[in-house]
């Protein structure tokens, strides 16, 4: 079968397609026929050799968290009534960017009907942390909301379900094109953080915030850190503009401001996976949709990483099998 392996740390062009072994479930085990794999901006860092810390592979290595897909074989010990139906899993260190994969059966999660096998997998990872988040974070009608890195995965999920909740949101994203994305979600006040003073724009437009969700991180989440009123709740869990945005611990006590930071989404397996299946029952329910801005077929791997690089992506971006 076909997959994509990493042959060494560097650019987009060290993913390289390779050929392996058929797998085979084996007891416990499920196999997935893969549709479509997720795409998360840290394989980008992972690849470049960044974050060793908390990710320590060394090449060869196979990229890639998670899938969606059908099952098509079971092992011993698992029901037989798994054949054929959709499902969303994780494969950790399995790779993800593969044809076929096999996973504990204890991994895999249905798709409710309705939902595509593409948002399925937009969800795996950012509906499990946008709908942790907001059990961390929870948000009440009238809370005023900032989502920096409105236009990407998670934080188009955000817009949406604090819409839901009832809270006024101001929703940050870089150009046009991401503004215009966010805006029919239904964001009450857009901003360009590419501009200066977009600052001033979201106190004018809001006064003090309730609540901060930064998926951008840093100068863009350091300065969305001084619009938290008293009292309220930052969270800085993105990277894409530098570190996360952690505030410094004596400014947040002295504000009487919660902080939320990555290590608190390190959710174990049981309660990863029933923040999933509540994300997929809203996109059943027709109250998120994933923001799904490109795909790429599983060869082109390499351009995928070089759109999260770039910056040109928009939403999620995935590969399709």
């Known amino acids: 079968m076909r997959v994509i392996e990493v042959t060494a740390f560097g650019e987009p062009e060290v993913l390289a397609l390779t050929e392996a072994p058929e797998p085979a479930p084996g007891p416990g085990e499920v196999l997935v026929e893969v549709t479509v794999a997720d795409v998360l901006w840290v394989e980008t860092a992972i690849r470049r050799g960044e974050g060793g810390e908390w990710f320590p592979v060394r090449p060869p290595y196979r990229p890639g968290f998670g899938v969606a897909g059908t099952v098509g074989a079971v092992g011993a010990d698992v029901d037989p009534g798994w054949l054929g139906r959709r499902v969303v899993t994780s494969t950790d260190e399995r790779g993800g ?3 076929r994969t096999v996973v504990p059966a204890d991994n895999i999660v249905p798709v409710p009907a309705g939902v595509p096998l593409p948002d399925a997998a937009a969800l795996l990872h950012d ?16 809370d005023r909301v900032l989502v920096t890195a409105a236009a990407g995965g998670l ?3 955000l ?26 979600l239904g964001a009450d006040v857009l901003v360009d953080y590419s501009e200066p003073g977009w600052t001033d724009r979201v106190r004018s437009a809001t006064g003090d915030l309730h609540v901060v969700f930064d998926g951008a991180g ?9 619009l938290v009123r008293s009292g309220g709740r930052f969270s800085a869990h993105g990277t894409p503009a530098g570190a996360f945005a952690v505030p410094d611990a004596d400014a947040a006590r002295s504000r009487a401001i919660t902080v939320t930071g990555i290590t608190d989404l390190q959710f174990p397996p049981d309660r990863a996976r ?13 109250r998120i949709r994933p923001l799904i801005g490109q795909t790429f077929p599983l060869h082109r791997a390499a351009d995928a990483h070089r759109a999260l690089e770039d910056r040109s992506a928009i939403g999620k971006t995935l590969l399709t099998v």
């Open 97 to 99: 960017y593969l044809e």
């Open 127 to 142: 509906g499990v942390t946008a709908f942790g988040l907001l059990d961390l974070v929870p948000v009440g009608a009238g």
């Open 155 to 157: 934080g188009a999920l």
């Open 159 to 184: 817009v949406q379900e604090v819409r839901a909740a009832g809270g006024f949101v101001v929703a940050a994203a870089r150009g046009a094109a991401k503004l215009d994305a966010v805006r029919r």
């Open 218 to 226: 840093g100068d863009y989440g350091r300065a969305a850190f001084d």
């Open 274 to 286: 029933r923040y999933l299946r509540a994300a997929l029952d809203a996109a059943a329910a027709g």
